[in-house]
Nanobody, 125 residues
Framework: QMQLMESGGGSVQAGGSLRLSCAAS?????MAWFRQAPGKEREGVAS????????????YYDDSVKDRFTISQDNAKRMVYLEMNGLKPEDTAMYYC?????????????????WGQGTQVTVSS
């Protein structure tokens, strides 16, 4: 059973930056970040195909974070990162790392097999 552990959340002011990290206990084909704000459904933020194959490194972003967030990987360390710049109050949420045992195909939460416990990001205006 793959285990995922997030870190790096915190509180920042609008316009600030945070870097989230996710450590995986095993290799997977695809990892992603999701977020869930109080009273709202979980939504996909970004995904990345893992490794160096034809699809390795390819990324996908939700429109709400495009040009502000960057997802990256360190495959040797089984780590995935989410660099968040230009944070807005509406980015406030619990952020979750997720993994699936097939290549990424969008940001449908139901297609991901493994989930971390989450790390809180709070952006004040």
């Amino acid at each position: 059973q793959m285990q995922l552990m997030e870190s790096g959340g915190g509180s920042v002011q609008a316009g600030g930056s945070l870097r989230l990290s996710c450590a995986a206990s095993e290799y997977s084909y695809c990892m992603a970040w999701f977020r869930q704000a109080p009273g709202k459904e979980r939504e996909g933020v970004a995904s990345i195909n893992i490794g160096r194959g034809n699809r390795g490194g390819s990324t996908y972003y939700d429109d709400s974070v495009k040009d502000r967030f960057t997802i990256s990987q360190d495959n040797a360390k089984r780590m995935v990162y989410l660099e968040m710049n230009g944070l807005k109050p509406e980015d406030t949420a619990m952020y979750y790392c997720a993994a699936r045992r097939s290549y990424c195909s969008g940001l449908d939460a139901d297609s991901y097999n493994y989930w971390g416990q989450g790390t809180q990001v709070t952006v004040s205006s």
